[in-house]
């Protein structure tokens, strides 16, 4: 039994459960009380937890980043539990600590997933810094959430520097995950030409899948994730 491939199908129907519990609250009562209102929690609850756990789950399937994406998905699970907890126990936000879990928890999980997410992308070895910076950038706002959910960097004290320091690191975020976006494009280089051939090819020193264009039945690679350099050529 494949553990990974049960892993994102039960995902998978864990999403698709939330989602049908979600819309049956939306359209099956005359009436909006607090069953309604704890199923729909419930579901968006799920779903969440679900979208950040398959975000990781693809580094699982590669044998990549293992630990990241496992700490990744059991974050997702347990925070989604703690909310669950919450919404169903009516807990008020009295109960500090299971409420600093619980958000404590999607935060990490939050943040896994978009390191995840980021380093899916094929860059030039000239790119990688990319995700390096990204990861980096992703780290400190997720540090910088905890802080103030723990209430360890004087949130009242200081409310206008926190704020503005989240705000820049949010910022730089938004601008290193669109730069990713944009280098993994430009590292798949052009269309091909004309009579070229567009196919696919391993690296065999790590594994990445690397683009390639076969012209007079040779060419020339140079793998994306690192750096190495091998040489496909047709015989017969």
């Not at 199908?9 to 359209?27: E, K």
């Not at 030039?124 to 802080?147: E, R, Y």
Request: one cysteine or more.
């Amino acid at each position: 039994m494949d553990i990974k491939r049960v892993a994102q199908a039960t995902l998978i129907a864990s999403l698709l459960t939330s989602a049908a519990l979600g819309i049956f609250a939306l359209i099956s009562f005359d009436t909006w009380g607090p069953l309604q209102t704890k199923v729909w929690l419930t579901s968006l609850t799920v779903t969440g937890a679900s979208i950040a756990a398959l975000a990781c789950s693809y580094h699982l399937e590669k044998n990549k980043n293992v630990l990241l994406a496992a700490s990744g998905i059991a974050f997702s699970i347990l925070g989604a539990l703690l909310l669950a907890v919450i919404i169903w126990g009516e807990i008020s936000f009295r109960e500090k600590t299971i409420w600093r879990l619980a958000f404590s928890c999607v935060t990490l999980a939050v943040a896994q997933a978009h390191v995840c997410l980021l380093l899916v992308a094929q860059l030039d070895p000239k790119f990688k810094w990319a995700q390096t910076l990204g990861s980096v950038f992703i780290g400190t706002l997720a540090m910088h959430v905890l802080f103030l959910i723990w209430d360890l960097v004087g949130f009242r004290e200081l409310h206008n520097l926190n704020m503005r320091i989240l705000g820049i690191n949010a910022i730089l975020v938004t601008v290193i995950t669109v730069l990713t976006a944009i280098f993994h494009k430009i590292s798949q280089g052009e269309q091909p030409a004309s009579g070229a051939v567009s196919r696919n090819a391993c690296c065999p020193n790590c594994g990445t899948v690397n683009p390639y264009r076969l012209n007079n039945s040779t060419a020339e690679i140079l793998c994306v994730t690192c750096g190495s350099k091998f040489e496909i050529r047709l015989i017969g």
